[in-house]
């Protein structure tokens, strides 16, 4: 089924999302961003980046901002306020409506906000590997019935059916999941590029209802830059007698420096401007590096700042609220990153905003939702479970070893071959457990069974293969193979899942509790069971070479192999692994010992057995004392 | 007996719509496991896909960081012809080359809005040419990295325009 996308038709940027998996998703334009400029050269077609890169070039040919002009009159004192600033003419069209004129051509705000659409469409129908026909589209609160019909044609011109418009401050509070709260005032900041909205929205039965909206339909992003590049280029001016705005190249450097200041000093309280080579003076290079703290910041835009807040409690008194009537405030747009945004709304309504979501990306994935509810998409999903803890079987030395990780979705299997622990070990029990810890003792046992009939062979030799299935309810199905002998045991476990939340909960935190002493035991236990595995290898190693090594190293050996078996089943492991070390030494002069006597004859044989010490050195197999029936990794 | 015959028929018929049941049931299970089977290769294919992408995106933002350092040299060079400084500049370039990195060639060329941005426009004979490069605009792979920031001759135009 096609899928219905989400899209912010924004006056600056628009951005696009997709319910997919039950889950919203903004979708990337075909340059690899995730907005793409609402910049159109309608001549030759262009969007986005490119033609954005020509407004300089042709600014009476490229249209930018065309949302101020969806559905308005050419008289309309908004229009004849911004014919004063929009350096393409705009004219009186059909019906008396405001069109633009290029080259003697003209195109309707509809027609120019298609061509967006268009390359959405275009760009979502790419990334998809789907036809996109159906969207919800947002406007914003203010948008009178005209303006939202032209928003709708736009859709239409584009190829799109248009499933609903809706206010961008809903679609925020749709990203937030506030529709499923019990809450009934929600306030929507909205700072974005180059426009300041507010709205107040009402709550009940699930509807979303504009109480009042206000704002600044020139207040943005782009003026907190300009503040910050005139304060620059003012201190230099005072410093070198230069106006670094008189020089384009200059200009452009100052202000990616402006905006990349302001976006660091949301995250740092200072950053450095350092531009090398900015300008020549008397044929003399002149740098300009200087700093700038987030207090200097706050205190050039705190005007800027303040200026939003005669909107919001202009807005407040249109909706006859007040700041304790307030359940929910949510932020959107870049600008709210700022972290004295954040303070001084979050002070003037006593209330944390939401702004889990991109701030940039939050309308467009609350349209994409509003479509998912549409299509069926979002109430159509799947529930698939996942396993809450981790389930796994107990190993050697009384360790967990997981074979599936928590939050896994199931149905889902997985199997781990293991072997014995010692020789001529002929069952193995397998036993199951639940949980973070990774000493099983401090897991939930959830049962074990009993592999019988594996042919005696020294340990590590024989393959049990040891498989865990969970299926879509939840059961698991341990079984046990010995591959040798094709023998199969298993057990169902019906359990495993039906932990009650709390108890989920509680193991969780116990896990990270223990964390530290958990980690100190496991590797106490694996090191102990590399000092096993040292030891049986040197035993067996000895046993090889009989005549081969001299006497005296031989008991060298055996003297240390006897020594690690005292300090391993103690709890000290420095004392472990120093006698671990000093064993694998003493193992590697054997190697070295006979490999200068038997120079030609036994090449071959002592290259074995130097594999075999290296190897008992470095893959460390996790044994302890062997004890019947026990799993080894 | 006829009473039995009843029995079986109903008893036919009912077995009957079983099946019928069981097999649109059947066919709404093939269906559903054929769409998810469908929907998991797809998402993979993406993921694929997305993996180079954010690999790529990586490498981009990566390389983007150290232009400024290179403009920093190339703009050093313009007005000191030290010989270390030129070695560091010829190094820079080398390990720009070997990420792939290509210069965008601007001056004199005719305007690019894919590969480059106006910053300017001069009145000038040729229209539409590139007289200037202030930023020099790379590309990596192919695929364009920074765009070229340039002043583009004009021609019949009576004033400058500065962005």
Known sequence: MAKIIGIDLGTTNSCMAVMEGGKPKVIPNAEGKNTTPSVVDPTKRTVGD???????????????????????????????????????????????????????????????????????????????????????????????????????QAGEIAGLKVERIINEPTAASLAYGLDKKNSHHIVVYDLGGGTFDITVLELGEGVFQVKATNGDTHLGGDDFDQVVIDYLAKKFQDENGIDLRKDPQALQRLRDAAEKA??????????????????????????????????????????????????VKACMKDAGVTTKDIHEVV???????????????????????????????VVAVGAAI??????????????????????????????????????TTIPSSKSEVFSTAADNQTSVEIHILQGERPMAKDNKSLGRFILEGIPPAPRGVPQVEVKFDIDASGILTVTAHDKATGKEQSIKITGSTGLSDEEIEKMKKQAEEHEAEDKKAKELIETRNQADSLAYTAEKTLKDVKEKAPKELQDDIQ???????????????????????????????????????????????????????????????????PEEGEVVN | MQQNKKNTSTKKSSTEEKIKQLKVDLELCNDKYLRALADYRNLDNRLTQEKM?????????????????????????LFEENEGLMLIKKKFEDILRTFGVEKIE??????????????????????????????????????????????????????????
């Open chain 1, 262 to 311: 302001k976006i660091e000093l949301s995250s740092t309280t200072e950053t450095e401007i350092n531009l090398p080579f900015i300008t020549v003076k008397d044929n003399q290079p002149i740098h300009f590096v200087t700093k700038m703290t987030r207090a200097q910041f706050e205190s050039l835009v705190d005007e800027l700042v303040q200026k939003t807040f005669a909107p």
């Open chain 2, 53 to 77: 992408r954010a690999l790529l995106d990586i490498q981009k933002r990566t390389v983007t960081a150290f232009l400024s350092i290179k403009d920093d040299i190339d703009n050093a060079a």
């Open chain 1, 331 to 361: 932020l959107v747009g870049g600008m709210t990153r700022m972290p004295k945004i954040i303070a001084e709304v979050e002070k003037y309504f006593g209330k944390e905003p939401h702004r889990g979501v991109n701030p940039d990306e």
């Open chain 1, 50 to 152: 490119v033609a954005k890169r020509q407004l300089v070039m042709n600014p009476q040919k490229v249209i930018f901002s065309v949302k101020r002009l969806m559905g308005k009159r050419f008289k309309d004192e908004s229009v004849q306020r911004d014919i004063k600033w929009l350096p393409y003419a705009i004219k009186e069209g059909r019906d008396g409506m405001a069109v633009v004129e290029i080259d003697g051509k003209t195109f309707t705000p509809q027609e120019v906000s298609a061509m967006v659409l268009q390359k959405l469409k275009k760009d979502a129908e790419a990334y998809l590997g789907d036809t996109v026909d159906k969207a919800v589209i947002t406007v914003p609160a203010y948008f009178d019935d005209a303006q939202r019909q032209a928003t709708k």
């Open chain 1, 559 to 625: 003297k240390k192999i006897d020594e690690l078996r005292t300090v391993k089943d103690k709890d000290d492991k420095d004392a472990i692994t120093t006698a671990s070390t000093a064993l694998s030494e003493a193992l590697q002069k054997i190697g070295q010992e006979m490999y200068s006597k038997h120079e030609e004859a036994e090449k071959k044989a002592e290259t074995d057995e130097k594999k075999d010490a290296g190897a008992s050195a470095k893959t460390d197999s996790k044994d302890q004392e």
């Open chain 1, 370 to 407: 509003q479509g998912g509810v549409i299509g069926g998409e979002v109430s159509d999903v799947v529930l698939l479970d996942v396993t809450p803890l981790t389930l796994g079987v107990e190993t050697l030395g009384g360790v967990t070893t997981p074979l599936i990780q928590r939050n």
């Open chain 2, 106 to 163: 601007a001056e004199g060329k005719e305007y690019s809005a894919d590969t480059m941005e106006c910053i300017q426009t001069k009145p000038a004979e040729a229209h539409n040419q590139v007289l200037q490069v202030h930023e020099q605009g790379y590309l990596l792979n192919g695929e364009l990295l920074r765009v070229a920031k340039v002043t583009v001759g004009v021609a019949n135009e009576s004033k400058d325009t500065t962005n």
